[in-house]
């Protein structure tokens, strides 16, 4: 969430950064600095009274001490108390309101964030890698699938629904390959891997910033189990992020980086139409994550790096790829900056995103009240969070299928995975 010192100090700026990312938030940042007046004004009558009830307080015993009747003071304390009572009752729901509404503002954009409306001005970065030329006609990855028998989304759609698949056979095998080549890869480059639970609390998914925003896109448990709404996690951020939430980090061990495989669960609202086909898409898919929490100092460096460690695993498996900086119109609710890697798609003819590599700046911590000190003595401060797919397992079973297919049907096992495969060829 924003700092509301930011907001109050600078209203304008925060007013013209969210036209960037196509919102017009003037009415909304008018009402948090009308509801901030407001809140301030009676912090100041709370904290007067709260000074005479203390002054007057501090009077009953001297005036018992010299025989003086002290009924006039203690009726005027308790209309004192009445009086804070309401007082903190309506600070209470100026507080509340206040940050509701804070959460729903998205994030500042970086001044390394181009300007631009949508994603069609994304700005490209860097390539890696030759879209390999065939000397054949090739296939969409859910026709090699089904071909080989290692896609079933037919059989899924009758168990569940549409946008599910079973993975069969070699189909299976290379889904767990990809996952234990990637935690493998980025464990050994200094990342702790983590299993988090795939069920988080209504408070953690604030944390990260799909709550309140993106509610229809979540998957909420009906059944209740505590006080609290549960969640089908959309990515490990959540969890992993969350692990620290409400809680003052040792500096000196910054920055933290964790790495985790889960499940992961989208409603995907809105996106009726959009590569329904296939794996690119779906409401239950697997990624490999990875977390960092870093000193704001460093922060830019360790999304460069960040990015690099989610390069280096599509590097390894030889698969092309491009790197683009997302523009403020397309960037993400809670993100500051944000590069996104697309994968080449031989039978989509171009590039598809396959990972998403963000710097939250101090907004997700925040919102999670995640903060560092490098001395005890020192006064605590927001950590950075950063994240990014380290990388989305489904795609790259999609993009392995279409780039390393061949003229008989059957597809090349990477040469990484192979150990983990047990087979050179899928046929």
């Known amino acids: 969430m924003l700092d509301i010192k930011v907001i109050r100090s600078n209203p304008d700026a925060v007013k013209q950064a969210m036209r960037t990312r196509n919102m017009d938030a003037d009415a909304i940042i008018d009402e ?7 809140r301030r004004k009676i912090t100041g009558e709370v904290e007067a009274k709260k000074a005479e009830q203390n002054a007057d307080t501090k009077q009953i015993p001297l005036l018992k001490k010299e025989g003086k009747d002290t009924t006039s003071l203690m009726e005027q304390l ?26 729903s503002i998205p994030n500042i954009p970086s001044e390394t964030t181009p300007i631009g409306k949508d994603d069609s001005e994304n700005v490209e970065i860097r390539r890696w890698g030759e879209p390999k030329n065939f000397d054949f006609e090739i296939k969409a990855h859910w026709d090699i699938g089904k071909d080989l028998n290692i896609l079933d989304p037919e059989t899924a759609a009758k168990v569940t629904g549409a946008r599910f698949h079973f993975y069969r056979n070699l189909g299976a095998k290379l889904e767990r390959a990809i996952i234990n080549f990637y935690l493998n890869t980025h464990s050994q480059h200094g990342y702790e891997e983590i299993m988090p639970p795939f069920i988080v609390n209504r408070s953690s998914m604030i944390g990260t910033g799909q709550l309140p ?3 229809e896109d979540a998957f909420r448990l009906a059944t209740k189990v505590s006080e609290e709404d549960y969640y ?23 920055p933290i980086k964790h790495c985790a495989y889960s499940a992961c669960f989208r409603a995907e609202a809105g996106s009726a139409g959009r590569d329904t086909r296939g794996l690119i898409r779906q409401h239950q898919f697997n990624k490999v994550e990875l977390v960092k929490f870093v000193d704001p100092e460093t922060s830019y460096q360790e999304l460069e790096e960040l990015t690099n460690d989610a390069e280096r695993v599509l590097q390894a498996l030889g698969l092309p790829y491009r790197v683009i900086n997302l523009v403020t119109g397309d960037i993400g609710f809670s993100s500051a900056k944000t590069y996104d890697i697309e994968v080449w798609m031989p039978s989509y003819g171009r590039y598809v995103e396959i990972s998403s590599c963000s710097n939250f700046e101090d907004f997700q911590a925040r919102r999670a009240g995640i903060r560092f000190k490098h001395n005890p003595r020192d006064k605590a401060q927001y950590v950075h969070t950063l994240n990014g797919s380290g990388v989305a397992v489904g795609r790259t079973v999609a993009a392995i299928l279409e780039n390393y297919q061949n003229e008989d049907g059957s597809v090349t096992v990477p040469e990484v995975l192979r150990p983990y495969m047990g087979v050179d060829v899928i046929k």
């Open 232 to 254: 089908l996690i959309p990515t490990a951020e959540v969890p992993v992020t969350n692990m620290y939430r409400n809680e003052i980090l040792d500096g000196s061990k910054l």
């Open 32 to 38: 948090i600095l009308d509801i901030d007046v407001k």
């Open 213 to 215: 925003k993106f509610e």
């Open 78 to 103: 308790k209309k004192l108390s009445d009086e804070i009572k309401v007082l903190d009752s309506q600070l209470s729901d100026l507080e509340k309101k206040q940050t509701d509404i804070i959460l």
